[in-house]
């Protein structure tokens, strides 16, 4: 069982940056395939960032392809999303993901069992 816990969100315009951070519970940090996630009213969970353990495989989302980095502590148990060049569509509200069990980092969010709460971030034009 681990507890993730999101932070960073906020309010910001058009074409700034907020930094994501993911604090995960857990003494086996480096076991778990990390991911992020963005959902809005209405519509399924998109897919955003994808880390694997070691931090050697990372994918992304085509729409935020280079803009957003995402990155991991394993000494700390954190992990980060770094989101630059924002967007009003980047309005979402972004979840943590984590899962032990998966080979390797996936894009689908049936893959990750824990979950955080979610950070909300807002864009404005």
């Known amino acids: 069982q681990v507890q993730l816990v999101e932070s960073g969100g906020g309010l910001v315009q058009a074409g700034g940056s907020l930094r994501l951070s993911c604090a995960a519970s857990?003494?086996?940090?480096?076991?778990?395939?990390m991911a992020w996630f963005r959902q809005t009213p209405g519509k399924e969970r998109e897919f955003v960032a994808a880390i694997s353990r070691t931090g050697a495989t990372i994918y992304y989302a085509d729409s935020v392809k280079a803009r957003f980095t995402i990155s991991r502590d394993n000494f700390n148990n954190m992990v980060y999303l770094q989101t630059n060049s924002l967007k009003p569509e980047d309005t979402a509200v972004y979840y943590c993901?984590?899962?032990?069990?998966?080979?390797?980092?996936?894009?689908?969010?049936?893959?990750?069992?824990?979950w955080g709460q979610g950070t909300q971030v807002t864009v404005s034009s």
């Open positions: 857990t003494r086996t940090f480096s076991n778990y395939v």
């Open positions: 993901a984590a899962d032990r069990r998966i080979l390797a980092a996936t894009m689908r969010a049936y893959d990750y069992t824990y």
